[in-house]
C-alpha cells in the first residue's frame, strides 16, 4: 500500500530526506523575523454596522485638525483636596510641560484638566474681581462670540493657591464641586464638570476626599483610532508615569492606552520566557520517563525545535502578528509534536522487540508503515478542528486557526519523515560502533502502566454496555453544563496580574518585570466615571429622508435621553445625574453661560419646555459660532449642511455589555423613523458584538469541526479498512470527552473568552489523535489476532502507554500556562489541560468497550476481505 511505499523511500533515501527537509526548514523559517508583536484588542473588532458608526462619529464628530487621547492620572493621599495636593498636582503639570517627550504631544489648551486647575483659576477670578478687573472666566465664548480671556498660566495658578490658607481653599473647594455651573465656570473638566473628576461616591461640596482623577490630553492622527497609538504618544504616557512617580508618590498611579499597550506587550515576552522553557522542561522530564534514552530524548526535542521554526516561519509569511491569543500555540504545537515523537519511536520499539534480529531500517519501515495511516489521519482530522477556526467572525481566532494548523502540518513532515530519517542515521552508526540501539516501548502488557491501562480493555470484555451507559450519563450532565456557561469578552482578561512572589525571585532573564495595570483599571472601573471610550455608549442619530434641523428633532432626543436615564448601566455621580452628552445638554450648558445665545435657544422653545422646537438650523448656527469645539463634538455638518446628532453615554463599570446593548438600542428607538436613523455603537455595544461572535465561535466550530471530522473518517476508513461505521465510533468517544470538559467549565466558573471559545474546535482536534491511533491498532491486531477481545487487549496494551506518554506530554505543556500571568492564558491553559485528560481517559477506558461492541456487531469472517488486510498481514 501507500504507506509501505513511502515508509521505504523515507528509510531508504533517509540523507536526501534530510536534506531537503533542513532546506525547507530554512526557506520557511526566513519568514520569523518578519513576524511582529501586537498587544491591539482591536483585532477582535469585525465588520459590523455598529462598527461602522463608531468609525463615522470618531471621524465627524472632533475638535477641527486634531484628535484626542486622554490620559488619566489617578491621584490618592489622606486628602487630595488639600492645599498640600492641589499645589502637588499644579507642579506636576509643570513638569509635563517641561518634558519634551510629553509637551509634543499634549493637545491644544486645555491639555490638562484638574481640580487643582479649577481652585486655582476660581482664586484668580476672585481676586480680580475684588480688584476691579472683571472677566468672567467662562470656558465658553464670550459674549457675541467673542474670544474669552486667556487662561492664567500654571505660574500664575500655583502662585495664586499658594496665597490662600487653608480655609480658602476649602471654601473654593465646596463652592466648585458643590455646584455643576461653578465647576464648568473653573474650567475644570469637559463640559464644565468637576465633579467627573472626583469618585463617584463622593459626597458634593465636601472638602475631604481619598483620590481624585486629573485629565491629560494629548494629540493623535484624525486617522488614529482604537487602542493604536503613535510612537511618540505612547512614548509620552509612559514618560507622564515617570514623572508622576517621581512627583505624585507611590500611591498614585497613571492609566492610558500606551500604558496598557506597554505592560500587555512585556507580558506577551515575559509569559513566554517563563512558560516555554518550563513547557520544555516539563516535555523532557516526560520522555526521559518515557524513552529512558539520551538519543531519542534529543532528536525528539531537536524536532520540536523544527516545528515552532516551521510555524513562526509561516506567521512572518503569511502577516500574522503575535498576540496574547497566540501565546498558546507553541505549547500547543510543543505537545502535538512528541505526540508524533512517541507513536513513531515506540511503534519502532515494538517492532525490534519483536523482530530482534532485524536493522535499524528494516524495523524503521515497519515502524513508518504501521503508524503512518494514523499519523495522516491525526493530521488531517486536527487540521480540520484548527481551521474550523475560520468560520469565526473574529480575526484573531481565525489566525490561530492558521497558524495551529501550519504547525501540525509541520509536525507531520518533521516527525513523520525528517526526524525518522535522522533516527535511522544516528541509531544505524552507532550500532556499528557496537552500541546497542533496542529499546522496551513504554507501558507494554505485563507492566505496572500496562496493567492499569488495561482496565479499559478488561471492562470492554466484561460489561462495555454499562461502560457506555457510565459515559453517556456523564455526557448528559456535561452538555447540561455546557448550556449554562457564560460567554466574556473582558478586556482586563488581557491585562497582567501582577505577578506572585516567587516569580519575582527567579533569576535573569526569566524574572517578570513590574505589573499594576489590571490592578489599576479595576479601582478606575469600581471608583470614576471613566474618561475613555471603552466605557462609553454612542448613540448617533442621522438624517435619513427627513432632516435633523426639523422641528420635532430635539424632542425626540430628549425622550431618547429619558429612557437612557431610566436605564440600569448608565453612570450616576454624586449629585444624581446621569452622565449624558448630547446636542440638548451641550445647548444648555452654553445657553446657561451666554445670554445671546440663551435669548436664541428661548426663541425656539415655543413651550417653554428647555427643548427647541422650531428654528433648529438657527440654534445650531449660533452654537456653532459661540463654542465650536462643544458644538462639533455632538452635531456634525458637511459643507455647512447639518448631517447628524451624537450622544455620548457614560456606562458604569463591570456593566454587563449584552445589558447595555439592548438598552442602548432601547433608548435610541424614538428617534428612528421619521426621517432619521438611530444607531447604537460605541465600544460596550461593539464589545457586546464580540461576545456574539465567540459563541458563534463555540458553536459553529463545534458544528463544523465534527460534520467535516465525521465525513474525513467515514470516508477514509471505508476507503482504506472497508468499515466506514469504524470511523464514526472513532469520534464518538471524542464527543463525549468534550462534553466533559464543557460540563467542568460550568463547575470552575470558566466562561467562553478569546481563548476558551477555540475548546470545541481543539477538543475535537487534539481528542481524536487518541482514538485514531487505537482504531488503527485495533484493525492491526484484527487482522492479525482475528479474534476481537484479543485484538482489544493487544490495542491497549501496545498503543495504550504511548497515549499515555503523548496525554502527559500535552497536558503538561498546556498545565504551564497556568502560571502565565494574564488571565485568559490561565483559564485556557486549564480547559486545554482538562481536554487532553479526559481525551485520553475516553480513548482507554470507554473506546474499547465501543470498539468491542462494533467487533461483534461486523461479521468476523469479512475482517479479512477489508482492502488492506492481505497487506498488513505479509508486511
Given amino acids: 500500500m501507500n504507506a509501505d511505499r513511502i515508509a521505504e523511500a523515507i528509510v531508504e533515501h533517509s540523507k536526501i530526506v534530510i536534506v531537503l527537509l533542513f532546506v525547507a526548514t530554512l526557506v520557511v523559517g526566513s519568514g520569523a523575523s518578519q513576524v511582529d508583536q501586537s498587544a491591539s484588542m482591536d483585532s477582535f473588532q469585525t465588520e459590523t454596522e455598529a462598527a461602522d458608526k463608531l468609525e463615522y462619529i470618531e471621524q465627524n464628530f472632533r475638535t477641527e485638525g486634531q484628535n484626542r487621547t486622554t490620559v ?112 464648568g465656570n473653573g474650567g475644570a473638566a469637559p463640559g464644565g464638570d468637576a465633579l467627573a473628576l472626583m469618585p463617584i461616591d463622593y459626597d458634593p461640596g465636601s472638602t475631604t476626599a481619598d483620590a481624585r482623577v486629573m485629565l491629560v490630553f494629548q494629540s493623535v492622527p484624525a486617522e488614529s483610532g482604537g487602542t493604536d497609538l503613535p510612537e511618540d504618544v505612547a512614548a509620552g504616557q509612559l514618560a507622564v508615569q515617570d514623572i508622576a512617580e517621581a512627583d505624585l508618590g507611590s500611591d498614585s498611579f497613571v492609566f492610558g492606552i500606551g500604558i496598557v499597550n506597554d505592560e500587555t506587550g512585556r507580558s506577551i515576552g515575559d509569559s513566554f520566557t517563563i512558560i516555554g522553557p518550563l513547557a520544555l522542561l516539563l516535555v523532557i522530564v516526560t520522555l526521559v520517563i518515557a524513552y529512558r534514552d539520551l538519543v531519542d530524548i534529543v532528536l525528539s526535542t531537536l524536532g520540536i525545535g523544527l516545528v515552532l521554526v516551521w510555524m513562526q516561519g509561516f506567521m512572518g509569511w503569511a502577516g500574522i502578528d503575535f498576540s496574547t491569543t497566540l501565546i498558546a500555540v507553541p505549547i500547543l504545537l510543543i505537545g502535538l509534536a512528541i505526540d508524533y515523537a512517541i507513536h513513531v519511536f515506540m511503534r519502532h520499539r515494538e517492532a525490534r522487540e519483536e523482530d530482534p534480529d532485524a536493522s535499524v531500517d528494516v524495523t524503521m519501515k515497519r515502524a513508518l508503515a504501521g503508524v503512518g495511516v494514523a499519523l495522516v489521519w491525526v493530521t488531517v482530522t486536527t487540521s480540520i478542528g484548527f481551521l474550523s477556526n475560520l468560520s469565526s467572525p473574529l480575526p484573531p481566532l481565525q489566525n490561530f486557526g492558521l497558524a495551529s494548523a501550519a504547525g501540525i502540518v509541520a509536525a507531520l513532515f518533521v516527525f513523520g519523515a525528517l526526524i525518522p530519517a535522522l533516527k535511522v542515521e544516528v541509531d544505524g552508526l552507532l550500532e556499528r560502533f557496537g552500541f546497542d540501539r533496542r529499546k522496551k516501548p513504554f507501558g507494554g502488557e505485563g507492566r505496572g502502566v500496562g496493567r492499569l491501562l488495561a482496565i479499559g480493555s478488561i471492562g470492554a470484555k466484561r460489561a462495555p454496555i454499562a461502560v457506555l451507559l457510565v459515559a453517556l450519563l456523564l455526557s448528559a450532565g456535561g452538555a447540561y453544563g455546557a448550556t449554562q456557561v457564560d460567554t466574556s469578552f473582558d478586556r482586563s482578561d488581557f491585562l497582567t496580574e501582577e505577578p506572585p512572589g516567587w516569580m519575582k525571585e527567579l533569576p535573569e532573564p526569566f524574572a517578570p518585570g513590574e505589573y499594576s495595570i489590571r490592578q489599576n483599571a479595576e479601582y478606575i472601573n469600581g471608583k470614576f466615571l471613566q474618561q475613555d471610550s471603552s466605557s462609553k455608549a454612542e448613540l448617533l442619530i442621522q438624517e435619513s429622508g427627513g432632516s435633523i434641523t426639523d422641528p420635532d428633532t430635539l424632542e425626540r432626543v430628549q425622550q431618547v435621553r429619558d429612557r437612557v436615564r431610566d436605564s440600569e448601566t448608565v453612570i450616576t455621580l454624586a449629585d444624581g445625574e446621569p452622565r449624558i452628552v448630547g446636542p440638548l445638554s451641550t445647548i444648555q450648558q452654553v445657553a446657561a453661560r451666554n ?22 438650523q438657527a440654534v445650531y448656527d449660533q452654537l456653532y459660532q459661540v463654542s465650536p469645539d462643544e ?33 442602548m438600542q432601547a433608548a435610541v428607538e424614538p428617534a428612528q423613523g421619521n426621517g432619521l436613523t438611530a444607531t447604537a455603537t460605541g465600544q460596550p455595544v ?68 478569546a481563548q476558551t471559545a477555540l475548546i470545541t474546535s481543539l477538543g475535537i482536534g487534539l481528542g481524536v489523535d487518541y482514538s485514531i491511533h487505537m482504531s488503527e491498532r485495533f484493525t492491526d491486531e ?34 504551564v500556562l497556568a502560571l502565565a500571568i494574564v488571565p485568559s492564558l490561565q483559564r485556557f491553559g486549564i480547559v486545554i489541560g482538562l481536554a487532553i485528560v479526559f481525551a485520553f481517559v475516553a480513548a482507554v477506558l470507554v473506546f474499547p468497550s465501543l470498539l468491542v461492541l462494533w467487533g461483534r456487531v461486523v461479521p468476523n469472517e469479512t475482517a479479512t476481505t477489508r482492502p488492506d488486510a492481505t497487506v498488513r498481514q505479509e508486511s
Avoid: C, H
Wanted: aromatic letters at 4%; glycine letters at 12%.
Fill in 72 to 183: 488619566q492620572v489617578v491621584v490618592r493621599g489622606d486628602n487630595v483636596l488639600s492645599k498640600e495636593s492641589l499645589l502637588s498636582t499644579l507642579r506636576f503639570q509643570q513638569a509635563l510641560y517641561e518634558n519634551e517627550t510629553v509637551d509634543g504631544t499634549l493637545a491644544d489648551a486645555p491639555a490638562v484638566v484638574d481640580v487643582s486647575n479649577a481652585v486655582a483659576i476660581a482664586a484668580i477670578q476672585r481676586e480680580r474681581a475684588q480688584g476691579g478687573q472683571g472677566g468672567d472666566g467662562s470656558g465658553g465664548a464670550g459674549e457675541g462670540g467673542q474670544a474669552p480671556p486667556a487662561p492664567p498660566s500654571l505660574d500664575e495658578q500655583i502662585s495664586a493657591v499658594e496665597s490662600l490658607n487653608e480655609s480658602e481653599v476649602d471654601s473654593l473647594v465646596s463652592g466648585i464641586l458643590g455646584d455643576r455651573s461653578q465647576g
Fill in 631 to 663: 458644538a462639533r463634538r455632538v452635531i456634525a455638518r458637511d459643507d455647512g449642511e447639518y448631517v447628524a446628532l451624537r450622544m455620548q453615554v457614560a456606562i458604569q463599570g463591570g456593566s454587563p455589555v449584552p445589558q447595555v446593548r439592548d438598552e
Fill in 782 to 815: 484484527l487482522d492479525r489476532l482475528g479474534s476481537v477481545d484479543d485484538a482489544v487487549s493487544a490495542t491497549v496494551g501496545g498503543t495504550g502507554g504511548a497515549l499515555l506518554g503523548s496525554a502527559v506530554t500535552t497536558a503538561s505543556g498546556f498545565s
Fill in 595 to 616: 445670554a445671546s445665545f440663551a435669548e436664541t435657544v428661548a426663541d425656539a422653545d415655543t413651550d417653554g419646555d428647555g427643548v427647541p422646537d422650531r428654528n433648529l
Fill in 686 to 753: 461593539l464589545t457586546a458584538i464580540i461576545q456574539d461572535g465567540l459563541l458563534e465561535t463555540v458553536v459553529v466550530t463545534l458544528v463544523v469541526t465534527v460534520l467535516a471530522v465525521l465525513a474525513v473518517l467515514v470516508i477514509g476508513y471505508r476507503l482504506f479498512t472497508g468499515y466506514g461505521s469504524l470511523g464514526a465510533i472513532t469520534l464518538l468517544p471524542v464527543v463525549l470527552s468534550l462534553a466533559w470538559v464543557l460540563g467542568a467549565m460550568w463547575l470552575l466558573k470558566i466562561p467562553f473568552n
